[in-house]
């Protein structure tokens, strides 16, 4: 009875708390303020924590915050794809702000010189909250901590600002904030319930976790495909933060993490004393929450290897990644095995870390930014040695494919050349304007060796997130290392991507070979005007051009347009296309002739994605975005949970990624590919087909039996059972509609599932298929290794009238993996020749 009534009273005394919030909860009672700095609770309304702060408050208090305050200057360095403003606080002294740009670089030419002795100049730290948007304790900790840089008048807070440039970033994911805050919000009772079972904590999907796009934005540090991630990259290149702190949340049921993580999972690129120092700063840490007493723990769980996260990036690029983990209530109030978590609680932890980071910052200034200075002058060492060498890459039947790498490495400050002239490597044959050099004596030589290296030997076998993401695998392209640098002409300064035309106005036909990136986007708009296309499926030659498998062909006559509409058509096809669309006035070739059978119809796709409960929302959302950004393709997102309701029969094409769905559902869609539908089918969703007798997949089971493994091991050897995100090679049959467009026989694919089907009897029901030894790049198992080899990751299954095509794996991986793109777009525009 005393338990129960003591609980009573504890939970009680914590709404009492959470609905009576002030500013002292946070902060220390005895630091003065300066009273014409406003509160965040003057500008947004209420208290911090009582409810989710909304973006559009956020942003209103920062702007607040800079008009008042002689420390801080804002920033808008871009939109999201929602157009919500993508912020940056600079935070310094008053004195600090009228000498920014020197110290900005003086900071950026300490990295450049061999000899530096000044160490007595600030330190820069990037601070950024709420990546992922449901995690949302650190976007209002940013609220209180922006507060106390900008009020307090105590001397630690003189001493950080006049020794500190700090990069504020008060939410790197301004559309999923906004989204979590809109569902915490509106499902708040006036009487807090911690119940996990209440609907507060159990997010609609996708959630608030990703952007407009369903991305994980913390996986995007390194390829950076997304605004959100341009802006702050941008910003990193432009400072060098010697620490860059990034908030996240976890599980309701842990504490707080703060790094080191597991030592024996550092990216052996990272050097050594960059764990060291993440130690020390960890110590600021430690210090600042037993003062609060809040448990937590390090090096445990998370791991430094993937250079694509925030907290990992700046390890190789000579600063200190912090990733904070906060234990999450997911709303207002919750249950938690360390009791009852409330949102204000999660909110102190993490604003006290941000000021254990400036202090820490304060604390080791010298050191970091000696450890700093060092990183580069032992990465120009590095790249000393290398004087003379570079890295080609290319594909010369594909300008955009190599323009959009390119545009990475411009994007991570690497520099790099245009050809002198066409040049033949390796049987590879790389074109003066398709390809470019990469100097490996440059600043940043190490970035480049993480961005190109493959790698197939680890100390751990666990990951937290991907073991490889080699770009020029990703991306398909040709290209060869310690070539001679002299290949080179000069450095790309204005990056374009290659003009498009058409050669010359015709009035029998036009021809548009498969291989550049946006020729899915070209034959889209074609059709979508109503313009006859057809595809070639056996190669031929025409006025000294050899036209490969998949060459589109427009004929001019019995168009629904004459041939000088056509023509301009066809031109600005071209021009928004990127690619170049030959003109024929003969239909007599060498090989088929353009009156052949050989080439086929195509039809215009009517495109459905299935999204909702059931279905991965990163996959859908990779797809979505690749269709609607890059390829202006019109599709469907069908809620899985109206489908039974909606009519399939305007769709000759429905793609489902990773997932499942219910039996009524399953039905829905058996009878739609009976009546001729193609479904494009991904990872799980081909064991969802097979238990549903939708098609008859043959897995290669795995026998993995654990020998002398303990009970303490046992999780460990579970997990090293997986295939986290490693690259392989596979063969191709160029001659199969799912290959159009692809130049050479094989490809890297990228690999993140343990599904394994066995080859079918019949070779040419095999186009793709992994050789005998395929691991290129990343860690797998012995026995996963031994389940892959000669394996087949794509399939077609018939069903009536319909077909299920089937891939075991992701082709549009996190919007990098540019080199498997086709393969979708080949399904979807060749579905009837599949």
Not at 163 to 186: E, H, K, M, S
Request: aromatic letters at 12%; hydrophobic letters at 35%; charged letters at 20%.
């Amino acid at each position: 009875m005393k338990n129960i009534l003591f609980i009573t009273l504890l939970f009680c005394s914590l709404l009492k708390a959470q609905n009576n919030l002030d500013l002292s909860y946070y902060l220390n009672e005895n630091i003065p303020l300066d009273k014409n700095i406003p509160t965040p609770e003057s500008i947004i309304g209420h208290p911090v924590g009582k409810w989710h702060v909304t973006h559009d408050k956020l942003v209103q208090y920062m702007y607040a915050l800079a008009k008042a305050s002689d420390r801080i200057s804002i920033e808008n360095r871009g939109s999201t794809f929602e157009d919500r403003p993508l912020l940056l606080l600079t935070i310094t002294s008053s004195e600090n702000h009228k000498n920014l740009e020197n110290i900005r670089e003086n900071h950026i030419n300490a990295t450049n010189n061999d000899t530096e002795n000044n160490f007595d100049r600030p330190v820069v730290v990037y601070q950024g909250f709420s990546i992922h948007g449901n995690e949302a304790s650190g976007s209002n900790a940013a609220l209180v901590a922006a507060y106390y840089l900008a009020a307090s008048q105590d001397d630690l807070t003189k001493n950080i600002l006049k020794n500190t440039v700090i990069l504020f970033d008060p939410c790197f994911n301004p559309d999923g904030l906004q989204r979590f805050a809109y569902w915490a919000n509106t499902n708040k009772s006036i009487n807090l319930n911690p119940d996990p079972n209440d609907r507060e904590y159990d997010e609609v999907w996708p959630g608030g976790r990703t952007n407009h796009y369903w991305f994980d934005m913390n996986r995007d540090w390194l390829p950076v495909q997304l605004p959100e991630s341009r802006a702050r990259i941008a910003t990193f290149h432009k400072w060098l933060p010697n620490i860059l702190t990034d908030h996240h949340e976890m599980g309701t049921n842990s504490s707080f993490f703060f790094q080191p993580g597991i030592p024996s999972r550092t990216h052996p690129l990272t050097p050594k004393l960059n764990q060291e120092l993440t130690a020390k700063i960890g110590n600021y840490h430690a210090e600042a929450l037993d003062k609060i007493g809040s448990l937590y723990f390090t090096e445990e769980s998370y791991d430094d290897f993937y250079y694509g996260k925030g907290s990992t990036f700046p390890d190789i690029n000579g600063g200190i990644g912090i990733l904070f983990e906060q234990a999450s209530s997911r709303g207002h109030i919750q249950e938690s095995d360390n009791g009852i978590l409330t949102f204000p609680f999660t909110i102190r932890n993490q604003y006290t870390t941000a000021i254990s980071t400036l202090k820490a910052a304060v604390g080791l200034r010298e050191e970091l930014l000696k450890y700093q200075h060092n990183f580069f002058k032992n990465a120009r060492n590095e790249a000393t040695k290398q004087n003379g060498k570079a890295i080609i890459f290319g594909n010369e039947k594909d300008a955009a494919s190599t323009y959009h790498l390119a545009e990475i490495l411009k994007r991570q400050n690497i520099k790099f050349y245009d050809l002198k002239n066409d040049v033949t490597l390796s049987n590879k044959t790389y074109k003066k304007g398709y390809s470019f050099v990469i100097p490996k004596n440059q600043k940043n030589t190490r970035l480049i060796n993480t961005m190109f290296e493959k790698r197939t030997t680890f100390t751990d076998s666990l990951f937290y997130d991907i073991s490889a993401w080699s770009f020029p695998l990703a991306f398909n392209l040709d290209y060869q290392e310690n070539v001679n640098a002299s290949l080179g002409n000069k450095e790309v300064k204005d990056l374009k991507p290659k003009s498009g035309q058409v050669t010359e106005k015709s009035n029998y036909a036009y021809l548009m070979q498969w291989h550049e990136y946006y020729t899915p986007k070209a034959l889209n708009n074609i059709l979508k005007k109503g313009i006859r296309a057809k595809v070639a499926k056996k190669v031929f030659s025409l006025n000294n051009t050899t036209y490969d498998y998949g060459t589109i062909l427009i004929p001019v006559q019995n168009q629904k347009y004459n041939s000088d509409e056509l023509y301009e058509i066809l031109k600005t096809v071209s021009e928004e296309s990127h690619i170049t669309i030959n003109a024929a006035n003969t239909g007599l070739t060498s090989g088929i002739d353009l009156g052949s059978r050989s080439f086929e119809t195509v039809k215009k796709p009517e495109i459905a994605l299935l999204v909702g409960e059931g279905i991965r929302s990163y996959d859908a959302g990779e797809i979505w975005h690749l269709l609607d950004t890059r390829y202006n393709i019109m599709v469907t997102k069908l809620n899985t949970k109206d489908l039974t309701r909606k009519n399939l029969n305007r769709y000759n094409t429905i793609i489902f990624p990773s997932g499942s769905l219910n039996k009524s559902n399953t039905e829905k869609i058996k009878t739609w590919i009976e009546n001729g539908g193609t479904l494009i089918s991904y990872s799980n969703a081909l064991k969802w087909a097979n238990s549903n007798e939708l098609a008859k997949f043959e897995f290669k089971k795995q026998k993995q039996i654990a020998k002398n493994i303990s009970y303490e091991q046992k999780s460990n050897f579970s997990g090293a059972q997986l295939i986290k995100g490693a690259i392989f090679e596979a063969e191709l049959d160029r001659s199969h509609p799912i290959n159009f467009g692809i130049k050479n026989d094989k490809i890297a694919l990228f690999k993140s599932t343990n599904i394994f089907l066995k080859a079918d009897k019949n070779s040419y029901n095999n186009p793709i298929k992994y050789t005998k030894n395929p691991l290129l790049s990343g860690y797998i198992s012995k026995p996963n290794l031994d389940s892959i080899s000669e394996t087949v990751p794509f399939q077609i299954k018939r069903l009536k009238q319909g077909k299920i095509v089937a891939f075991t794996d992701n082709t549009n991986f996190r919007a990098f993996w540019y080199g498997t793109n086709k393969l979708l777009m080949n399904a979807i525009f060749f579905r009837e020749e599949l």
